[in-house]
């Protein structure tokens, strides 16, 4: 990962630099318009880039949370497709069970996280993609709570 941050900062630098050059080195309308583009499309991936970066982060920290309370969902012995992914009915008990389990503590990290990894087994990606953020503030805010508590 370290050579691939080296290289978005150096590949980041080198576009804003010649977006930089190109927007001040001419009187040229056109070329200072190139210039500038090329200046917000840069910027424009940096934070896309970031916001990729923070997101597997607290997707990461979240998952060892998870584990660590032992509430990741258990799919070792549900039936597989030969391409590895959970079989459409494994996967469709799994999410009806953990869809029961969420609507008894919506307001849950836990019960939140483990739903959306059902959605994810399920297929439905995005769905899965805007509970696991909900997963990741309801987290946020019982760790906030509880260190409000502490002091």
């Given at each position: 990962m370290g050579v691939t941050a080296l290289a978005l900062v150096?590949?980041?630098?080198?576009?804003l630099n010649l977006g930089w050059s190109l927007?001040?080195?001419?009187e040229n309308?056109?070329?200072?318009?190139?210039?500038?583009?090329?200046i917000l499309l840069t910027l424009v991936g940096v934070w896309a880039t970031w916001a990729i970066v923070r997101n597997g982060l607290e997707l990461?920290?979240?998952?060892?949370?998870?584990?660590?309370?032992?509430?990741?969902?258990?799919?070792?012995?549900?039936?597989?497709m030969p391409s590895g992914r959970l079989d459409?009915?494994?996967?469709?008990?799994?999410?009806?069970?953990v869809s029961a389990e969420y609507q008894g503590a919506p307001?849950?990290?836990?019960?939140?996280y483990r739903l959306a990894r059902a959605y994810d087994h399920a297929g439905d990606r995005a769905r899965a993609r805007e509970v696991m953020r909900e997963a990741?503030?309801?987290?946020?805010?019982?760790?906030?709570?509880?260190s409000e508590g502490a002091r």
């Open positions: 150096v590949a980041f630098g080198y576009l927007a001040t080195a001419t309308v056109a070329v200072r318009g190139l210039g500038v583009g090329l990461q920290r979240i998952s060892a949370a998870a584990a660590a309370e032992g509430v990741e969902l258990d799919v070792s012995g549900l039936d597989r459409r009915d494994a996967a469709d008990a799994l999410f009806d069970e307001g849950d990290w836990r019960t939140t990741i503030r309801l987290r946020e805010r019982e760790s906030s709570v509880r």
